[in-house]
Nanobody, 127 residues
């Protein structure tokens, strides 16, 4: 069992940056694939970024590619999402998620496939 708590969301102007953090509790964090997902009102959930157990494999959704960086610190049981050049369309609730499959899968890339989810943190980008 893994508990995930996101932080770092808030209101930011377009063009600004935010760093989201996800603190994980429970055992075996280093064995999980971790991901950041988002869901805007009226839209389907999408995968923003995912990072494999080892950190050697990383996926970015097309909407954030080139503007975001996912990282993990297995010594701190934490995963991060640095988002730059934010746009109003980045406004959404951002969720941290974990999967005990150690590699990124197609299901992850399609916005699901995770075993554990945080409650989310709201990111609002003003124009």
């Amino acid at each position: 069992q893994v508990q995930l708590v996101e932080s770092g969301g808030g209101l930011v102007q377009a063009g600004g940056s935010l760093r989201l953090s996800c603190a994980a509790s429970g055992r075996n964090f280093s064995t999980y694939t971790m991901g950041w997902f988002r869901q805007a009102p009226g839209k389907e959930r999408e995968c923003v970024a995912a990072i494999s157990q080892s950190g050697c494999s990383i996926y970015y959704g097309d909407s954030v590619k080139g503007r975001s960086t996912i990282s993990r610190d297995n010594t701190k049981n934490a995963v991060y999402l640095q988002m730059n050049s934010l746009k109003p369309e980045d406004t959404a609730v951002y969720y941290c998620a974990a999967d005990d499959i150690p590699v990124i899968t197609v299901a992850h890339m399609m916005g699901g496939g995770m075993d554990y989810w945080g409650k989310g943190t709201l990111v609002t980008v003003s124009s």
